[in-house]
């Protein structure tokens, strides 16, 4: 069931309430929408995705990158995590699906990590094996010359 049509004002609001990074229930409330038709509405106009956090939901996609790569240790920790806190009986199914993201990213992350780590190591032994086959290029060249 559809409901009011968004006027032109309303959509220039929505708008700079994104730009200035308000919370949803705040955009909706200023809006007088219901927060469900602010994620349709931005979805529609090709804003931003809205992302569902823990205490309130937020219009910002920004992400924080680290300076250095967690360890496999770090996501295990977090699987750990996501595992032990699943166990908890009356999780919401957002809380479940939540959890459900965080194991299957901490799971991929991993893996990735771990092949990242291989490349590593096989980039570090190609270029000491092109240091080695340089020096005997020099050795040779120095024998027959």
Partial sequence: M??????????????????????????AESLNKSPEAVVKKIRRLKLEVVVPTLQHQTTTTKLVLPKELPSVEEALTMLAGALKASCKSGLSKVEVQRLQVVATLARTYKELLA??????????????MKEQCAAFAKKVQGAAG
């Fill in 2 to 27: 559809k409901g009011k049509p968004w006027s032109i004002e309303e959509e220039k609001e929505l708008t700079e309430l994104l730009k200035s990074e308000k919370p949803l229930g705040v955009i």
């Fill in 115 to 128: 092949d990242y780590i291989n490349y590593r190591g096989i980039e570090a032994e190609l270029a000491e």
